[in-house]
């Protein structure tokens, strides 16, 4: 295989799996909106744990256009605002 194919091949499997991590990134930011709105420890330990996850990954998913990035960004701060929501004494019981 020369060494443009190679790089060809690379750069396919990279814009695949940018597809994949902005779909995975998508769905956890969905099941943590959801998570973030039952009103129970391990709901709100799940939505948590989907919005640490997404913080790690989205400054490193490549290929997003920035209106792209801008939503992504927005949905993430929305569930931050969800989770901040729940009263300081439910997350104490927690």
Same mark, same amino acid.
């Given at each position: 295989? &020369?060494? !443009?194919?190679? =790089?060809?091949?690379?750069?396919? %499997?990279?814009?695949? &799996?940018? !597809?994949?991590?902005?779909? +995975?990134?998508?769905?956890?930011?969905?099941?943590?909106?959801?998570?973030?709105?039952?009103?129970?420890?391990?709901?709100?330990?799940?939505? =948590?744990?989907? +919005?640490?996850? !997404?913080?790690?990954? %989205?400054?490193? /998913?490549?290929?997003?256009?920035?209106? =792209?990035?801008?939503?992504? =960004?927005?949905? %993430?701060?929305?569930?931050?605002?969800?989770?901040?929501? /729940?009263?300081?004494? &439910?997350?104490?019981?927690?």
């Amino acid at each position: 295989m &020369t060494c !443009i194919s190679k =790089e060809a091949k690379l750069a396919e %499997l990279r814009a695949k &799996t940018d !597809i994949e991590l902005v779909r +995975y990134v998508n769905n956890e930011l969905s099941h943590g909106a959801r998570f973030a709105l039952q009103s129970n420890p391990q709901s709100h330990s799940r939505a =948590e744990e989907a +919005y640490s996850e !997404i913080a790690r990954l %989205l400054p490193v /998913v490549h290929g997003l256009d920035e209106s =792209e990035r801008r939503r992504l =960004e927005a949905k %993430l701060k929305r569930l931050r605002a969800m989770l901040d929501r /729940v009263p300081a004494l &439910t997350r104490a019981a927690y």
